[in-house]
């Protein structure tokens, strides 16, 4: 009676804690988000502190501006140069002369080939301003120099940015300094940002030029301990990682200090980061403010340049703006010697098996035409490399499973005499040379590798509106079908926790007949418990990509396979 009551106490305070969890935390979270998005799209926009490094209160601070307006016509408020690659749209701010307007040519917002492009940066004045903008600042702040504001207007030497076509802008402050700013666009993310000025005073000028990238708002994250999503730097080779969430709550400014390395906001797949002179030691920072809405700020400022009387000085930055494509990454590792910028990748903990595994699925990716079918080749690789592992745990699960029997009449045997019946069982363990933990240490192995594929299905962009086959349209969604509307015959759309599609369904599956094939827990109790990790996972599973809810049932299978013919090779009867 007592195992019962245990058993339904369980299956009552499982299911509490799911829909619990759900009502009482995820929807309230939901509605809050809802309404705090209303409260800041009705805003004014205050000014903001001082957003250049080092520089006297209110410079490079935009001036109040109405509130969220339609992103069309705050661009046709300024002028603009034109952005135009194969990999990006978007323009220059000839206010400012800053890179405001970004929007990723080969990356859509849904995987219908109409929607729009994914927006990367945003001017000032749209719904979640974001953007990036170089300068010069005056080493000594009481020189009086006039430079260059988040106000001043440039001069365009031509309407359009190219691969084949830099443009300059100029600036005259008046007082004898020239300021140049060329931008330069490789033909996919990268910027190279020449600063020059002429020094036409009479007197050596000495100024720092700096970078600094800005982020209005606290973007949507996936909230998870597997994806860090935010401001991250490397500094002197050691990757520095920052949530939004602490910078909020701590609300301090964090000063670095590093000779070559980066310093960026990275989004799960998209990444926007300043690299300075790699050759230099640059001051970084990384800083939240609060204003109309919360303010992020990642920037640097490079050692002083001092311009002699009637001479020029010029200085080079660089800006990614775009996709975290691993092999283009890499790429500006090698050509440009940038110090582990594919660390904008989130590799996590094992990355020794995480970057790999992902070349890995690459290859096969392109090789084969499908990301899916990529997966399930390359679980089958794995499968086979751990053969052996995985033979000797489900030898140890046929033998404890052969055993079953004998088991069972121990127990009847000695009834409640619960140390008569383990001393009992560790006397047939011994007889028969079985170990009932033999089977753990090759869990205990494969748990890595697991926990590395799924990080690469989980963070790179490979899979991102990858398609498979059937229902199954974008690999890193989840299955759009659900149960609760009989997959789609009865016109309704339930609410997200309801959403438990067919993958899902077919992993539950396959997880409760791999643990069928398994020996049963002694304690009646504990097995009941166990038979409902099925459901649970089937439950949990619905939410996460279904590329990985179609590599975890493939696993299933091959387990089941492997385990099904081992167990007829030791003469017991697969169940």
């Not at 991250?232 to 670095?256: M, P, R, S």
């Amino acid at each position: 009676m007592t195992d019962q009551k245990n058993l339904v106490l369980t299956i009552v305070i499982s299911i509490a804690i799911l829909f619990g969890f759900h009502y009482f935390y995820e929807r309230p979270r939901q509605l809050a988000a809802q309404a705090e998005a209303q409260r800041q799209q009705a805003l004014v926009a205050e000014q903001a502190p001082s957003t250049v490094p080092g520089a006297t209160p209110g410079i490079g601070a935009d001036a109040a501006v109405p509130a969220v307006r339609d992103r069309a016509a705050v661009l046709a408020e300024t002028g603009r140069v034109a952005i135009s690659t194969p990999s990006l749209h978007g323009s220059i701010n000839l206010r400012g002369g800053r890179v405001d307007d970004l929007t990723l040519a080969k990356y859509k917002t849904t995987p219908d080939k109409n929607s729009p492009e994914v927006v990367l940066l945003a001017p000032v004045g749209t719904e979640h301003p974001y953007y990036a903008e170089f300068g010069w600042v005056a080493a000594n702040a009481g020189d009086g120099v006039a430079l260059p504001k988040a106000d001043t207007v440039w001069t365009a030497s031509a309407n359009t940015l190219t691969p084949d076509s830099p443009v300059t802008l100029s600036w005259d402050n008046g007082a004898g300094l020239v300021f140049e700013r060329t931008f330069a666009i490789d033909a996919n993310y990268m910027f190279t940002v020449t600063q020059r000025v002429r020094n036409e005073t009479g007197a050596p000028v000495a100024l720092n030029p700096y970078g600094f990238v800005q982020r209005r708002g606290t973007p949507k994250v996936e909230g998870t301990y597997v994806l860090h999503e935010g401001p991250l730097a490397i500094v002197d080779g050691t990757l520095k990682e920052y949530k939004y969430g602490d910078l909020k709550e701590d609300g301090k400014t964090i000063n670095l200090s590093s000779t070559g390395g980066w310093i960026g906001i990275t989004d799960k797949y998209w990444l926007v980061g300043l690299i300075p002179d790699q050759a230099q030691t640059t001051d970084m920072r990384v800083l939240h403010q609060k204003a109309a809405t919360d303010i992020y700020q990642i920037d640097y400022k490079a050692p002083a340049v001092t311009v002699a009387a009637g001479a020029a000085a010029e200085t080079t930055h660089r800006l990614f703006a775009g996709a975290k494509i691993v092999g283009l990454l890499n790429e500006y590792n090698d050509k440009l010697g940038i110090d582990s910028l594919d660390y904008a990748v989130d590799w996590g903990w094992f990355y020794f098996l995480t970057k790999p595994f992902f070349h890995g699925l690459d290859w096969l990716g392109v090789t084969i035409g499908n990301f899916g079918i990529a997966i399930l080749v390359f679980t089958v690789f794995l499968r086979l490399a751990f053969f052996p592992i995985a033979n000797k745990q489900y030898e140890a699960f046929a033998k404890m499973k052969k055993l079953q029997p004998k088991m069972e009449e121990l127990k009847k045997k000695h009834g409640d005499n619960r140390e008569a019946l383990s001393m009992e069982m560790m006397k047939l363990y011994k007889e028969e040379k079985a170990n009932p933990l033999a089977g753990c240490l090759p869990i205990l192995l494969q748990i890595p590798v697991f926990f590395a594929l799924y990080k690469v299905l989980y963070v790179t962009i490979e899979m991102r509106h990858a398609p498979f086959y059937g229902w199954i349209h974008d690999l890193s969604a989840p299955d759009p079908t659900t149960l609760f509307n009989l997959f789609g015959l009865i016109p309704w759309d339930p609410p997200s926790f309801l959403h438990i599609g067919i993958w899902p369904l077919l992993m539950g599956v396959t997880m409760w007949l791999q643990q069928k094939m398994n020996p049963s827990n002694p304690d009646p109790v504990q097995q009941k418990v166990f038979m409902l990790l099925p459901f649970i996972f089937t439950y949990m599973m619905a939410a996460f990509p279904a590329g990985l809810v179609i590599y975890w049932t493939w696993s299933n299978l091959l387990s089941i396979a492997q385990q099904w013919f081992i167990m007829r090779r030791m003469g017991v009867k697969p169940t």
